[in-house]
Nanobody
C-alpha cells in the first residue's frame, strides 16, 4: 500500500500564489512512476491539472494553468510539488496528487493508481 499526503492548500486572494506538496510513503513509487496533480471543484468531476514523468524531464498541463502552474519532483525526498501563481477563483477546489501506473507524464485519470486525500485550495475574488 502507498500513502500520498498533500499539504500547502489554503485561502488566498486572486493573483496570489500557493505551493502544494505531496509526499509518498514508498520510494520506489516516486522514483519509477509518473506523478500528477488533479483537482475537483464542488459539483464537478475531478480534472487533470499537471503531470510529470519519472525523471522530471517531461511535463503536461491543463491549458488553463499553462504559464501559471509548475509541477516538479524530488525523487530523493519522495516529494512532488505544484507551484501555483496568479491564482483566480476558477482554480478553487480540492487538489489531489496521484501516482501513475506508468513512468511517463499523462493526463489520463485512469492511468493513476494511488491517490492522496486532497488539500483544499480556495481563491477569493
Amino acid at each position: 500500500q502507498v500513502t500520498l499526503v498533500e499539504s500547502g492548500g489554503g485561502l488566498v486572494q486572486t493573483g496570489n500564489s500557493l505551493n502544494l506538496s505531496c509526499v509518498a510513503s514508498r520510494r520506489n513509487i516516486f522514483s519509477n512512476n509518473g506523478l500528477g496533480w488533479f483537482r475537483q471543484a464542488p459539483g464537478k468531476e475531478r480534472e487533470f491539472v499537471a503531470a510529470i514523468g519519472w525523471n522530471g524531464y517531461t511535463t503536461q498541463y491543463l491549458d488553463s494553468v499553462k504559464g501559471r502552474f509548475t509541477i516538479s519532483r524530488d525523487n530523493a525526498k519522495n516529494m512532488v510539488y505544484l507551484q501555483m501563481n496568479n491564482l483566480n477563483p476558477e482554480d478553487t477546489g480540492v487538489y489531489y496528487c496521484a501516482a501513475s501506473r506508468s513512468a511517463t507524464a499523462t493526463g489520463r485519470k485512469d492511468m493513476y493508481r494511488y491517490w492522496g486525500q486532497g488539500t483544499q485550495v480556495t481563491v477569493a475574488s
